[in-house]
């Protein structure tokens, strides 16, 4: 029962051994090429999100081309410049507002003029109202930022997202256009606002997985696009820290902010995230000006963990429970079948060990199976009746001696019989016939000793007595004779 055992579980160790093996290759291909795949169409997402995000971007760029030309026709009519902000409002979607602001005394009388129309509450609904007015923020527009960079340098381009004071408390994104005069000289800057609000609705809307977002960043780390609008107000990614983030959220914003391409893994919130990102990187038109390349923006898309792998590790699972299962159903397949093999060699096992104990009658049958236990049974059988009828030639042979020491027996006892018989017939003859030979030595003594001095009739008494003495010892000898004649002829029967 034990070997059994020890053999199931022998042969359970290796499959479990070559199973883990398997799995595990398995698993490593697998999530490498889930996380390959992953990283595809994370690279699919990033081109549709910058595409996306360059198609608003271009769409306001463009509006804003429509107007610059006739503006500059008109620079001299200041109610016009309303005009023009009102309709390039109007004209798109995507623009909330539009501020054209000049150079300080450029119209007589006037030290700063803006021409600054927006919707309300900064919505993108085009049948929102529009409100128009001569102030942005509660700062002089020669003190923002989207104003005086373009008048000192001739920048064109996107600002990064202005929030807090710098707005009216909606975090906006400006394109800016400086223009001149006919003189060519700097008057002043239009700038266009899109909502980062909105922006992100409407890249949002494409998810690139169930729990996944995308999100823009700009040079300084502040948001353009996240699904969470509080971080859309908030100043930068990097004041998170101060709120006890992962120093992995920090890794990846930094990877971000410095415009590499790559991936990077955080954890946020207790869960942990993949995002892949580039760097933002607008298409070129003939009609674009892109003498500011990149824009230093990055764009990144996020997966959870739970969605790139989810239904990976619940397959894992799956062929886990079902590996599990496989092997109790295995081991008891192999207990089944190895119970089975083994049987006869059991049988064998005890009926060789009875032999051992002396009972020869045990009876083993010969089987059919051509495995190496039916070989041994089958030997074993052969050797079983080689050895059962070496023990009857043996007990054939023993009764044989059997007999054969009876016959002997039974001849040795008549022989001790005769031998005794001899004894006593040789006692008796000696006893007979000493009689007669002490008469014959003492007539013989007489005769010779008293020849002379005895009569005629004395000496013929002495002679007669030793004449039929004589006769009786030869009587004897004959008797004696006739015994041992007799007595040979059976020696020589029992031989």
């Known amino acids: 029962m034990q070997r059994r055992y020890k053999i199931n579980l022998q042969v359970m160790a290796e499959v479990l051994l070559l199973l883990v093996l398997t799995l595990g290759v398995l698993v490593y291909f697998s999530h490498k090429v889930l996380r390959q795949e992953a990283m595809r169409d994370a690279g699919l997402m990033l081109d549709a999100t910058v595409q996306d995000i360059d198609n608003v971007l271009l769409s306001v760029e463009q509006s804003t ?66 409100v128009t007015t001569e102030t942005f923020a509660n700062r002089a527009y020669t003190e923002q930022v989207w104003y005086s960079e373009p008048m000192k340098s001739g920048w064109i381009g996107w600002t990064d997202p202005l929030k807090g004071d710098d707005t009216e408390n909606e975090p906006l994104v400006n394109f800016c256009l400086p223009f001149s ?38 040079r300084n780390g502040s948001f353009i696009v996240h699904p969470d609008e509080k971080k859309l107000e908030s100043q930068t990614v990097f004041s998170q820290m101060d709120n006890g983030a992962d120093a992995s959220v920090l890794e990846a ?59 990976h590790n619940k397959l894992v699972y799956l062929v886990i429970v079902i590996a599990i299962l496989g092997l109790l159903a295995f081991f008891a397949m192999t207990t089944i079948i190895i119970k089975r093999l083994l049987k006869p060699l059991k049988c064998l096992t005890q009926s060789a060990q009875r032999i051992a104990d002396g009972d020869l009658n045990e ?62 017939f040789l006692h008796y003859m000696t006893n007979q016939m000493a009689v007669p030979s002490e008469s014959i030595e003492r007539s013989v003594t007489t005769l010779c000793n008293n020849y002379h001095d005895m009569s005629k009739e004395e000496i013929d008494q002495q002679v007669d007595n030793i004449q039929r003495k004589s006769d009786a010892l030869v009587e004897l000898l004959n008797h004696m004779t006739h015994f041992t004649e007799t007595e040979a002829g059976k020696e020589g029967h029992y031989e």
Not at 97 to 113: H, R, V
């Open 65 to 130: 081309g429509n107007i610059y030309y006739d503006l500059i026709e008109h620079l001299d009519d200041k109610q016009r410049m309303f005009t023009y902000s009102r309709e390039l409002v109007l004209s798109n979607p995507n623009i909330v507002g539009c501020a054209i602001a000049f150079k300080p005394g450029y119209y007589p009388g006037t030290d700063l003029f803006m021409a600054y129309v927006h919707r309300r509450a900064f919505a993108n609904d085009i049948k929102s109202d529009l």
């Open 253 to 311: 914003a930094e990877a971000m902010v410095a415009g590499k391409v790559g991936e990077k893994d955080f954890t946020m919130d207790g869960k942990r995230w993949s995002v892949f990102f580039k760097p933002f990187v607008r298409g070129e038109l003939e009609s674009r000006y892109n003498g500011e390349g990149t824009l230093g923006w990055s764009v990144g898309v996020v997966y959870p963990y739970e969605d790139i792998f989810d239904m």
């Open 181 to 218: 005069d006919k003189n060519g000289e700097r008057v002043g800057v239009i700038a266009v606002d899109v909502s980062i609000a909105q922006l992100s609705k409407i890249i949002l809307a494409a998810k690139p997985s169930e729990h996944g977002y995308s999100v823009l960043l700009a």
């Open 363 to 424: 009876y083993l049958q010969d089987t059919d199976r051509e495995d190496e236990i039916g070989q041994l049974q089958n030997r074993f059988h052969k050797m079983q009746h080689s050895l059962q009828k070496q023990v009857n030639d043996q007990e054939h042979e023993i009764v044989r001696l059997q007999q054969r020491s009876d016959v002997l027996r039974t001849a040795y006892g008549k022989t001790e019989e005769a031998d005794r018989m001899k004894t006593s």
